[in-house]
Nanobody, 120 residues
Framework: QVQLVQSGGGFVQAGGSLRLSCAASGTSLSGNLIGWYRQAPGKQRELIAEISGGGSTNYAGSVKGRFSASRDNYANAVYLQMNNMEPEDSAVYYC??????????????WGQGTPVTVSS
């Protein structure tokens, strides 16, 4: 069974830092597309960071320069380092993986979500 299990998150004051982790089981994250999403109350889920299969990263304008996504193929996990956090970053954060399937197609997997609250 393919699973993404998230950890980290919690409460932090504005200006502080948090690190989210997302560990995979039942599949390898290496070479696959990874995304970090968040959903604030009353808002749609939004993509904030992405790691391509080749390892390049892209960020939403709202987090660029403050958040950093990375992948550790040995640990089979991905991370989201969040620095200089703002109250507007408060949301439930999700990791996502688009896994290449054999012989063709893709399997889309979501983490369980982890809440982050930034106090002013």
């Amino acid at each position: 069974q393919v699973q993404l299990v998230q950890s980290g998150g919690g409460f932090v004051q504005a200006g502080g830092s948090l690190r989210l982790s997302c560990a995979a089981s039942g599949t390898s994250l290496s070479g696959n597309l990874i995304g970090w999403y968040r959903q604030a109350p009353g808002k749609q889920r939004e993509l904030i960071a992405e790691i391509s299969g080749g390892g390049s990263t892209n960020y939403a304008g709202s987090v660029k320069g403050r958040f950093s996504a990375s992948r550790d193929n040995y640990a089979n996990a991905v991370y989201l380092q969040m620095n200089n956090m703002e109250p507007e970053d408060s949301a439930v954060y999700y990791c996502y993986a688009k896994i290449r399937a054999v012989p063709s197609g893709y399997l889309e997997v979501w983490g369980q979500g982890t809440p982050v609250t930034v106090s002013s």
